[in-house]
Nanobody, 115 residues
Framework: QVQLVESGGGLVQAGGSLRLSCQASGIIFRIYTMGWYRQAPGKQRELVATVTSSGSTNYADSVKGRFSISRDNAENTVYLQMISLKPEDTAVYYC?????????WGQGTQVTVSS
């Protein structure tokens, strides 16, 4: 059974920082592309950042320079370090594991940035 369990969300003031974690089980973590997506109320889910099995990263333009994705294959965990948070970063953040035709999602963690 595949599980992706996110943690680290919460309420923070604008300009603050948060670190999200996603621990995976039930998959060969090191061969999956891992990613973070987010969905704000009334909006579609959007890509935030991804990191491939080889460590290549990709970011949405809106978070470049503020967010950093990393992975620890020994701990089966992917992280999203977020700094200089803005109210528009408020959303439910979802962890994603993807490989070829397989894709898994976590349950999401709420991030709320107050102005």
């Amino acid at each position: 059974q595949v599980q992706l369990v996110e943690s680290g969300g919460g309420l923070v003031q604008a300009g603050g920082s948060l670190r999200l974690s996603c621990q995976a089980s039930g998959i060969i973590f090191r061969i999956y592309t891992m990613g973070w997506y987010r969905q704000a109320p009334g909006k579609q889910r959007e890509l935030v950042a991804t990191v491939t099995s080889s460590g290549s990263t990709n970011y949405a333009d809106s978070v470049k320079g503020r967010f950093s994705i990393s992975r620890d294959n020994a701990e089966n965990t992917v992280y999203l370090q977020m700094i200089s948070l803005k109210p528009e970063d408020t959303a439910v953040y979802y962890c994603n594991a993807r490989r070829i035709a397989q894709q898994y999602w976590g349950q999401g963690t709420q991030v709320t940035v107050s102005s």
